[in-house]
């Protein structure tokens, strides 16, 4: 049931990860980025990431997938313009990405199930509790330092919006 | 409650650099407005580098882990992070001149920078690979800024965006191998996956393991702009302002090497039999287009930046012997190359004068007329770049060669002092230039440095010829720090 589902939303995943880079539209993009997000959510559940599947919906597939729909509105974007690539680059990407790809699925498809970290219904320490308890013990010091890395990213737009110089 | 959940006053002393700076780069928003004279705030990040140099050794003094393992201060901790206090303040005093002509001298600057400085110092600081993560986005994101940080100069402005994009892709890269890490292990701590590896538990996800360390590897090769992930260093280099392009070749650089040092000699030295072959390749590779391309150069800091390329190779080449002595050798290294390469583009940044009009290798025609105490300092920084003899430069490529003998890499070895004689090339071409050729005619008057610059290539000059006469100290120390706690 586990290989089941998995296979059918890492399908889902891939499928529209694969049509946000073929979409010449950024907003048919920013839609298969929140389906890449929703079948994401149901790989989280299946490995008993109950928090981090909400958060992914409600942070991810919802807050910041507004943001990037609005930016693309504001900004109006204009008609895509082809330009010329390498036709180098084209012939090699394209084999090496679906060559990447084999591998990783050959990886976890051999590999995966052996290791401790990652099991299917093995692991129970998904809840908010847990989640809040590790948050707040062994990792409260890159919690804390995360905020500083966005008081330098708001600092940052600041320097690089503000009008003058 | 649980004990642990309150940190003991000396777990705080070992992260009180970090703290006082991420203190003063928050408050410096604040000050901005209560100081008309925007170079006050310089005075203050400086003076505020200089305490957390104070607190770093007096951190020393108290070794051990903080913050369940996710800070570890010993003796290589300490060294790296007294090496990229003292890039910031080298960084401040450079840059404040050059800020004030440019009429862009504000907190923001300096406050970013302090916040740059507080990423690579837990970068430097950290077993941890989440912390080490965070670590390197926060000084990540600084330093894209900061390049981009004269929005009014489009080379500035493209700069900042191809570091942007190329680093956030690698550093994508570099979660990826994280998170493949800890499917396999279980755990994110370097020590932790150390055991894990030991234990044998890794032979059953081998490939797996080599799959998660390859993806680490980009993300790291390209923070320290190892081949093949270099590209971006060139364009980033010569388009960032002066300060900033000095300041990045330093600072970051060591700071990514000492974490990549720390997580290939602590999680995975277990299996180096595998690395070792791509990291021989790797380190070849730098050294060869580092070097071969700078000959070509006509802009002084691209080639800088090339010749950062070919220095990272040399650093590499220690990564590579994955041995103690190996490792004290690059710490060796990875100071001598601040200290000269931070006084040459200091000279550059002062020839280049308002604007960065001069930054072509001929601007350098009758500097030894104009100026001859700048170009004999900045003779002094180009012969330690080469690695001539009683310069810190040559002590450093010196350990590095010795210690790839000793772990048998010959081969890389006679390659890599090939590449030194190549170097001589492109180096002394800018002496050449310097004492050979008359200045150009039509060039503006150039003011004899500000007492910022005179100060950064006098006190860079001082550390290159110690380290050339005098290593026994810094040597000694990085001998002594060289072995990581596993």
Not at chain 2, 407 to 435: C, E, F, K, P
Request: proline share 4%; net charge neutral; aromatic share 12%.
């Amino acid at each position: 049931m586990d290989a089941l589902l998995f296979l059918t939303f890492a399908t889902i995943a891939v499928a529209c990860a694969i049509n946000l880079v073929l979409q010449t539209h950024p907003i048919a993009s920013a839609l298969s980025l929140v389906g890449v997000m929703g079948s994401l959510a149901v790989l989280y559940l299946l490995l008993g990431g109950e928090f981090i599947a909400a958060v992914q919906v409600i942070v991810y597939a919802g807050a910041i997938m507004v943001l990037f729909v609005f930016v693309i509105m504001l900004l109006n974007a204009a008609a895509e313009k082809k330009t010329k690539k390498p036709a180098l680059r084209a012939v090699v990407a394209v084999p090496l990405l679906f060559t990447f790809l084999m591998l990783v699925a050959y990886l976890i498809q051999t590999q995966v199930p052996k290791g401790p970290g990652v099991q299917f219904g093995g692991f129970s320490g998904g809840s908010p509790a847990d989640i809040g308890r590790a948050l707040f013990t062994t990792y409260i010091l890159p919690f804390e330092i995360t905020s500083v890395v966005i008081l330098i990213a708001i600092l940052g737009a600041v320097v690089l919006a503000r009008k003058e110089v | 409650m649980p004990a642990n959940l309150v940190p003991s006053a000396s777990e705080f002393l070992r992260i009180s650099p970090e703290i006082l700076l991420t203190l003063v780069g928050t408050l410096m928003m604040t000050l901005e407005s209560m100081f008309s004279r925007k170079r006050t705030l310089g005075v203050i990040a400086f003076i505020a580098l200089l305490a957390a140099i104070g607190l770093s050794v007096a951190a020393h003094g108290d070794p051990g882990e903080a913050f369940h393992g996710m800070i570890r201060v010993d003796g290589f901790t300490t060294f790296f992070r007294i090496l990229v206090f003292a890039t910031g303040m080298l960084t401040i005093l450079m840059s404040a001149n050059y800020l004030e002509k440019a009429h862009a001298e504000s907190a923001e600057f300096y406050a970013l920078l302090v916040f740059c400085i507080v990423g690579q110092s837990l970068m430097v600081s950290s077993n941890e690979l989440i912390m080490i993560f965070i670590g390197l986005e926060t000084s990540s994101i600084a330093s894209y800024v900061l390049a981009g940080y004269l929005r009014a100069d489009r080379r500035n402005s493209e700069a900042a965006l191809k570091y942007f994009l190329l680093g956030s892709f690698a550093t994508a890269f570099l979660l990826y191998g994280v998170a493949w890490t800890y499917g396999i292990t279980g755990t994110t701590n370097l020590s932790a996956i150390r055991q894990f590896l030991l234990g044998g538990q890794g032979s059953e996800s081998a490939l797996l393991l080599l799959a998660a360390a390859a993806l680490m590897f980009v993300g790291f090769a390209f923070k320290v702009s190892a081949a093949p992930f270099q590209m971006w260093a060139p364009d980033v280099y010569q388009g960032a302002p002066a300060p900033v392009s000095a300041f990045l070749s330093a600072g970051p650089k060591a700071a990514a090497f000492a974490m990549f040092f720390r997580v290939a000699l602590t999680a995975f030295e277990p299996i180096k039999g595998n690395w070792e072959p791509l990291l021989w390749a790797s380190a070849l590779a730098t050294m060869v287009i580092g070097n071969f391309a700078a000959l070509r150069q006509t802009n002084i800091k691209r080639l800088l930046a090339y010749s950062s390329i070919a220095h990272a190779g040399y650093v590499m080449v220690a990564l590579t012997t994955a041995s103690e002595t190996g490792t004290a050798a690059a710490m060796f290294y990875l100071a001598a190359y601040a200290a000269m390469n931070l006084g040459a583009f200091a000279v550059v940044t002062h020839v280049a004068r308002r604007g960065e009009r001069y930054v072509e290798v001929n601007d350098m025609a009758g500097l030894s007329i104009r100026q001859p105490a700048t170009a004999a300092l900045l003779t002094i920084f180009l012969l330690s770049l080469i690695g001539v003899p009683l310069t810190g430069g040559f002590f450093g490529k010196f350990y590095i060669f010795k210690a790839a003998l000793d772990a048998n890499l010959v081969w890389l070895t006679v390659l890599g002092l090939l590449n030194s004689a190549v170097a001589a090339y492109y180096y002394l071409r800018i002496v050449v230039v310097m004492y050979m050729q008359p200045p150009a005619e039509g060039d503006t008057v150039l003011e004899s440095p500000s007492a910022g610059i005179a100060v950064t290539i006098w006190a860079t000059a001082v550390a290159t010829v110690l380290l050339g006469v005098l290593p026994g100290f810094v040597l000694d120390f990085a001998g002594r720090s060289a072995g990581f706690a596993r």
